[in-house]
């Protein structure tokens, strides 16, 4: 089992920035890469970005492209999404998920998921 604790979610206004952060823990050895998910209300959720434990590789969902950012910290089993220049379109419930696949961008890529963290954006 991989567990995952997401913070940093917030109430923001239009051009501000925020960080959210992942903190996985359990067997996470299991997982090669680590993702991002959102889920507007009334919507389905999609895909953000993701990043690969081993390489670093990330691939990101081109409505966040330029100013979402995935990294990692091995060393604290952390993953992190700096998020600048927010749009009210942004606002989303936000989850981390954990995976074995590598570069993946699909919801059933992923066996673990967070509890997720509210983003607001306002205009």
């Known amino acids: 089992q991989v567990q995952l604790v997401e913070s940093g979610g917030g109430l923001v206004q239009a051009g501000d920035s925020l960080r959210l952060s992942c903190a996985a823990s359990?067997?996470?050895?299991?997982?090669?890469?680590m993702g991002w998910f959102r889920q507007a209300p009334g919507k389905e959720r999609e895909f953000v970005a993701t990043?690969?434990?081993?390489?670093?590789?990330?691939v990101y969902a081109d409505s966040v492209k330029g100013r979402f950012t995935i990294s990692r910290d091995n060393d604290k089993n952390t993953v992190y999404l700096q998020m600048i220049s927010l749009k009210p379109e942004d606002t989303a419930i936000y989850y981390c998920?954990?995976?074995?696949?590598?570069?993946?961008?699909?919801?059933?890529?992923?066996?673990?998921w967070g509890q997720g963290t509210q983003v607001t954006v306002s205009s």
């Open positions: 998920a954990a995976g074995p696949g590598s570069r993946a961008t699909a919801i059933l890529d992923y066996n673990y």
């Open positions: 359990g067997r996470t050895f299991s997982s090669r890469t």
């Open positions: 990043i690969s434990w081993a390489t670093g590789r990330t």
